[in-house]
């Protein structure tokens, strides 16, 4: 293999996600990457896949591999601490990756890759036409007040409120306040629209002072959920907890704009927008940006709305 290194398989990180041995890809995420109880934070799983994307593209020859575009489909949520094997080839020009779980493809990715010498800021390609207004609007929020209750904060609220309390809270890798999480504390900004500050840890890096591309992907997912709470305040959430029922990111991408850095004047801004509901879909859009405005990233995200087993939800009744 190449030079490629980033967060996801760096020997040196104590969280290293991805190995490469004859026997193929496994990936492996430590307890601190959970999302739902006892499962992977999506976003981690789908921004995962572009480390082996980058490592194949390497070895297929690009000098400068860059991350365009990610997409994954969750048809299972990933198990947490365990070896996951992983299939990963290039298929129509495009990276194909795939975790199974025995016979079952649990998450289902490609990921778009351009030779492209960068450097950090360097512009990679330019929004999708169709939501270019969207983010424009979400980007003009740099400032917005993070005092209060962050929304997870009131979904926890919500859920007991709906009769079914989280005991204990649920640790998720990107919004919860626990040890060893991004800790995004997320606010509404007005209906449908989410925004947050971050700052990215140094260990987040591929190497070169830039942001590893799981990693952008990750930090940008949790708003996606929060969004469609934001839109409604919680209404549609609070029904379906009574109805045990509740919603969890089926598919998910990233389109990188600009290369990041990890280390960023005055910290990251992060919004995100409902966009509308299709019957069980419900959709929603991600941005990463810096104090000034400037994006290098979005995020689209499609929550399924699913019916709760009684196992998942903690009670027998
Ligand atoms: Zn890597
Ligand atoms: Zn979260």
Same mark, same amino acid.
């Given at each position: 293999m190449g030079q490629h290194r980033c967060f996801a398989c760096d020997e040196q990180n104590p969280g290293r996600i991805v190995t490469n041995t004859d026997d193929g890809w496994t990936f492996m995420f430590i307890e601190r990457f959970v999302g739902p109880p006892g499962r992977v934070h999506g976003g981690t799983a789908v921004g995962a896949l572009t480390c082996p994307a980058l490592q194949l593209a390497e070895r297929d020859g690009m000098q400068h591999p860059v991350v365009l575009h990610v997409n994954g489909r969750l048809n299972l949520p990933v198990p947490l601490a365990e070896p996951i094997s992983v299939k990963a080839y290039s298929e129509e020009g495009r990276y194909r990756v795939k975790l199974h779980e025995d016979s079952n493809v649990i998450l289902d990715g490609y990921v778009e890759v351009a030779d492209q010498e960068t450097n950090i800021g360097s512009v990679l390609q330019e929004p999708p036409s169709e939501y270019v207004e969207d983010l424009q609007s979400l980007s003009d929020v740099t400032d917005a007040d993070i005092e209060g209750h962050s929304l997870f904060t009131q979904f926890l609220e919500v859920q007991k409120a709906a009769g079914y309390p989280l005991e204990p809270p649920p640790k998720c890798f990107g919004c919860s306040e626990a040890d060893g999480a991004l800790e995004l &504390?997320?606010? *509404?900004?007005?209906?449908?629209?989410?925004?947050?500050?971050? *700052? &990215?840890?140094e260990a987040f890096t591929d190497g070169e002072g830039r942001l590893a591309t799981t990693m952008v992907v990750s930090a940008i997912d949790c708003m996606n959920l929060h969004a469609i709470n934001a839109n409604d305040d919680f209404d549609l959430l609070f029904k379906l907890t009574q109805e045990k029922k509740n919603f969890f990111t089926g598919s998910y991408g990233v389109r990188i704009f600009r290369v990041p850095p990890v280390e960023i004047k005055d910290d990251y801004r992060i919004t995100s927008r409902y966009l509308r509901r299709d019957g069980r879909k419900l959709f929603t859009i991600s941005a990463l940006s810096d104090s000034n405005g400037t994006i290098y990233a979005m995020g689209e995200s499609i929550a399924i709305i699913f019916d709760l087993t009684d196992e998942i939800f903690g009670t027998d009744s």
């Amino acid at each position: 293999m190449g030079q490629h290194r980033c967060f996801a398989c760096d020997e040196q990180n104590p969280g290293r996600i991805v190995t490469n041995t004859d026997d193929g890809w496994t990936f492996m995420f430590i307890e601190r990457f959970v999302g739902p109880p006892g499962r992977v934070h999506g976003g981690t799983a789908v921004g995962a896949l572009t480390c082996p994307a980058l490592q194949l593209a390497e070895r297929d020859g690009m000098q400068h591999p860059v991350v365009l575009h990610v997409n994954g489909r969750l048809n299972l949520p990933v198990p947490l601490a365990e070896p996951i094997s992983v299939k990963a080839y290039s298929e129509e020009g495009r990276y194909r990756v795939k975790l199974h779980e025995d016979s079952n493809v649990i998450l289902d990715g490609y990921v778009e890759v351009a030779d492209q010498e960068t450097n950090i800021g360097s512009v990679l390609q330019e929004p999708p036409s169709e939501y270019v207004e969207d983010l424009q609007s979400l980007s003009d929020v740099t400032d917005a007040d993070i005092e209060g209750h962050s929304l997870f904060t009131q979904f926890l609220e919500v859920q007991k409120a709906a009769g079914y309390p989280l005991e204990p809270p649920p640790k998720c890798f990107g919004c919860s306040e626990a040890d060893g999480a991004l800790e995004l &504390s997320i606010r *509404k900004t007005r209906q449908g629209d989410t925004y947050t500050r971050w *700052k &990215s840890e140094e260990a987040f890096t591929d190497g070169e002072g830039r942001l590893a591309t799981t990693m952008v992907v990750s930090a940008i997912d949790c708003m996606n959920l929060h969004a469609i709470n934001a839109n409604d305040d919680f209404d549609l959430l609070f029904k379906l907890t009574q109805e045990k029922k509740n919603f969890f990111t089926g598919s998910y991408g990233v389109r990188i704009f600009r290369v990041p850095p990890v280390e960023i004047k005055d910290d990251y801004r992060i919004t995100s927008r409902y966009l509308r509901r299709d019957g069980r879909k419900l959709f929603t859009i991600s941005a990463l940006s810096d104090s000034n405005g400037t994006i290098y990233a979005m995020g689209e995200s499609i929550a399924i709305i699913f019916d709760l087993t009684d196992e998942i939800f903690g009670t027998d009744s």
